[in-house]
């Protein structure tokens, strides 16, 4: 089992819908989870940050973290065709050495038509 | 501020060939991670970088080397290039083990 798993999709909407994108996990050392936004031949770029569980608003972008379930969610409202990209999660806790790296999802296509 | 900056931004090499990809960490930042993104998939870690020490280290072979220098700025060695090498290089850069800033990367391609 991988330790991140997230549907690659493509996922399709239309302007203005509120889209849902997903991750799951196995670890429970996990304690910082992000999402990243990568548009096509560029660099990931951070979009959301948590820590721990709960929800976290910023503009039209909502992060939910459930620890419980091993969840993570990003959502979108309003979604407008400037937000088609590869959204990708990623999380970290510390190691043993108390060293954090990074292990990411495979990322979601997600397209907004107009 | 400039942000994460990487050269070369692509990159035509051909099989056996080594290569070195550059890296300058956005201004504060003393970590440097290195990784390897294949076409439709999520970033794959290399190495990090603190203290011109590899801290970290990925499931990547002996070919795939670094450097970090006392400016915090790395550089990514390839040798003995194989086809399936060919992947966008992302440089990351953050303040110890803090969120990670990330380059727009280096596309390399080998024939």
């Known amino acids: 089992q991988k330790e991140v798993e997230q549907d690659p999709g493509p996922l399709s909407v239309p302007e203005g819908a509120i889209v849902s994108l997903n991750c799951t996990y196995s670890?429970?050392?996990?304690?910082?989870f992000m999402w990243y936004r990568q548009y096509s031949r560029k660099g990931p770029e951070l979009l959301m940050y948590?820590?721990s569980s709960g929800n976290k608003e910023d503009g039209r972008f909502t992060a939910q973290v459930d620890k419980s379930s091993k969840y993570i969610s990003l959502f979108i409202r309003d979604s407008q065709p400037s937000d088609s990209a590869t959204y990708l999660c990623?999380?970290?806790?510390?190691?043993?050495?108390?060293?954090?790296?990074?292990?990411w999802g495979l990322g979601t296509s997600l397209a907004v038509n107009p | 501020d400039a942000g994460v900056t990487q050269s070369p931004t692509h990159l035509i090499k051909t099989r056996g060939q080594q290569v070195t990809l550059r890296c300058s960490p956005k201004?504060?930042?003393?970590?440097v991670s290195w990784y390897q993104q294949a076409l439709g998939q999520g970033p794959q870690f290399i190495f990090q970088?603190?203290?011109?020490?590899?801290?970290q280290r990925g499931n990547f072979p002996d070919r795939f080397s670094g450097h970090q220098f006392p400016n915090y700025s790395s550089e990514l060695n390839v040798n003995a290039l194989l086809l399936g090498d060919s992947a966008l290089y992302l440089c990351?850069?953050?303040?110890?083990?803090?969120?990670?800033?990330f380059g727009p990367g280096t596309r390399l391609t080998v024939l």
């Open positions: 970088y603190y203290e011109e020490e590899e801290r």
């Open positions: 990623a999380m970290s806790g510390y190691n043993a050495g108390n060293n954090r790296k990074l292990i």
């Open positions: 990351a850069s953050s303040l110890a083990a803090d969120t990670q800033y």
């Open positions: 948590t820590y």
């Open positions: 201004s504060g930042h003393d970590t």
């Open positions: 670890n429970s050392a996990f304690q910082y």
